[in-house]
């Protein structure tokens, strides 16, 4: 579903991602790793094709994102970390919104509009302004409307930011479940226990460049121990900080 081929991207001098490739299958959840700085931001928005690569090719669905944008970007559905509404709409009107803007048909879009009202408990507030909604209304509000067009790859950056712990279960469940029904999840998140109990594989990116990619196995097997995720983190991050010092003392 996702491929990455040798991916760059420059700021003039500066290098926010270097000779990336990934290949994320369909139906897999997939989540990205990395501190502050390294390149996860960047990658998310190459992906959603708001910024193209330097060099290398990002493909959804079989379409390079550079050469057929539209047809990559109908099968995708972005929840940011901040989420954003336009605050004189209603919540129901939000979700018309985006119906419209993936032109599903009336009939269709009074269905899926009704199917996520309900699936995220919208009801109380969804004929409010959304300029009264709490951070925890508004992220359930943004979830539902990126479902409304049924995309095939779902991008998630901190999704339980300002959530409570009911709507984080319920949020986690939602997501293996979709996962399980063949959508793609790519999950951005510094939470890394959400990240061990959901993920299918998770991926580690550190300075740009993807310095650990595979299941909770591979990771421990890469870093030469045992562990919760949080501790082979901390060791591949660690291991590629201190090859990083000796690549750039070893430079005339």
Do not use: W
């Amino acid at each position: 579903m996702i491929d990455i081929v040798e991916v760059t991207k420059r700021y003039g001098p500066k290098v926010a991602v270097q000779d990336l490739s990934l290949h994320v299958p369909a139906g897999e959840l997939f989540a990205f790793l990395g501190p502050n700085g390294a390149g996860k931001t960047t990658t998310i928005k190459m992906l959603c094709g708001l910024l193209f690569p330097s060099s290398g090719t990002v493909s959804v669905g079989g379409f390079d994102l550079a050469a057929r944008g539209d047809q990559a970007r109908a099968l995708i559905a972005y929840v940011p970390d901040q989420p954003f509404l336009y605050e004189k709409l209603t919540g129901r009107e939000f979700l018309q919104f985006t119906a419209d803007l993936y032109a599903l048909p009336p009939d269709r879009a009074r269905d899926k509009i009704a199917e996520v009202i309900d699936l995220f408990h919208l009801d109380e507030f969804v004929d409010d302004l959304t300029e009264r909604y709490s951070h925890g209304m508004r992220q359930r509000t943004v979830f539902a409307a990126a479902l409304v067009h049924d995309p095939r790859l779902l991008i998630a950056d901190e999704p339980t930011v300002g959530l409570d712990p009911k709507s984080i279960r319920e949020l986690k469940t939602l997501l293996r479940k979709l996962a399980s029904g063949g959508m793609t999840i790519f999950l951005s998140t510094h939470t890394l226990d959400i990240a061990e109990e959901l993920a299918d594989r998770i991926g580690i990116i550190d300075r740009g460049r993807l310095i650990g990619c595979g299941t909770m196995d591979d990771l421990r097997r890469q870093a030469s121990r045992d562990g919760t995720l949080e501790d082979l983190f901390m060791a591949i991050t660690e291991e590629a900080a201190a090859e990083a010092a000796v690549t750039a003392e070893a430079k005339p």
